[in-house]
T-cell receptor, first 113, second 117 residues
Framework: DQQVKQNSPSLSVQEGRISILNCDYTNSMFDYFLWYKKYPAEGPTFLISISSIKDKNEDGRFTVFLNKSAKHLSLHIVPSQPGDSAVYFCAASLPSGTYKYIFGTGTRLKVLA | GAGVSQSPRYKVAKRGQDVALRCDPISGHVSLFWYQQALGQGPEFLTYFQNEAQLDKSGLPSDRFFAERPEGSVSTLKIQRTQQEDSAVYLC???????????????FGPGTRLTVT
């Protein structure tokens, strides 16, 4: 039972254009969401997070949008750069307890120069 | 400051051997998590410590898996009698988050890639 889903295993985008990575979840109790970037042979690196009381959070080139009614999360990267090429994971946690994360299966982004 | 470190980075074990994986969290982070990441999948939660207390071990796949954090800092994940299905990357993460407190992001180490032959 996959509670957090990333249905696109891969995405290719031209340098300078927008990259949009999507994530869907099934548990309406999730209240904290994050995006991580992962390069080969490295651990996931935190990118950006959003609390369920917000619908948008922005940090430089990265913006996360949360649509609670649709149980949908997206990450926008503008403009995309070749260094953004990596696997992106979305994660979610519940409002109480240990804040363990439930991860999606990842989307491999390739930014073409 | 220093991030989360893990050792060894790579471990090859023969089936049936015991292994021990070490994690050094970020100084001051009271919360420590272990995750298992199989090839092509996202990380999956194994266990959680707040200081030295293991508050959640619901993700440990069998009683062959054991974790400890005796002094509330360094943690060790031990796998006894390794099996081929234990082959995965084992990730450690630390965080400022406390049970019942506000949420904080987790910072991950580089992982230990375990291969059981």
């Amino acid at each position: 039972d996959q509670q957090v889903k990333q249905n696109s295993p891969s995405l290719s985008v031209q340098e300078g254009r927008i990259s949009i990575l999507n994530c869907d979840y099934t548990n309406s109790m999730f209240d904290y969401f994050l995006w991580y970037k992962k390069y080969p042979a490295e651990g996931p690196t935190f990118l950006i997070s959003i609390s369920s009381i917000k619908d948008k959070n922005e940090d430089g080139r990265f913006t996360v949008f949360l649509n609670k009614s649709a149980k949908h999360l997206s990450l926008h990267i503008v403009p995309s750069q070749p260094g953004d090429s990596a696997v992106y994971f979305c994660a979610a946690s519940l409002p109480s307890g240990t804040y363990k994360y439930i991860f999606g299966t990842g989307t491999r982004l390739k930014v073409l120069a | 400051g220093a991030g989360v470190s893990q050792s060894p980075r790579y471990k090859v074990a023969k089936r049936g051997q015991d292994v021990a994986l070490r994690c050094d969290p970020i100084s001051g982070h009271v919360s420590l998590f272990w995750y298992q990441q199989a090839l092509g999948q996202g990380p999956e939660f194994l266990t959680y410590f707040q200081n030295e207390a293991q508050l959640d071990k619901s993700g440990l796949p069998s009683d062959r898996f054991f974790a400890e954090r005796p002094e509330g800092s360094v943690s060790t994940l031990k796998i006894q009698r390794t099996q081929q299905e234990d082959s995965a990357v084992y990730l450690c993460a630390s965080s400022l988050a406390l049970v019942g407190g506000p949420a904080y992001e987790q910072y991950f180490g580089p992982g230990t890639r375990l291969t059981v032959t």
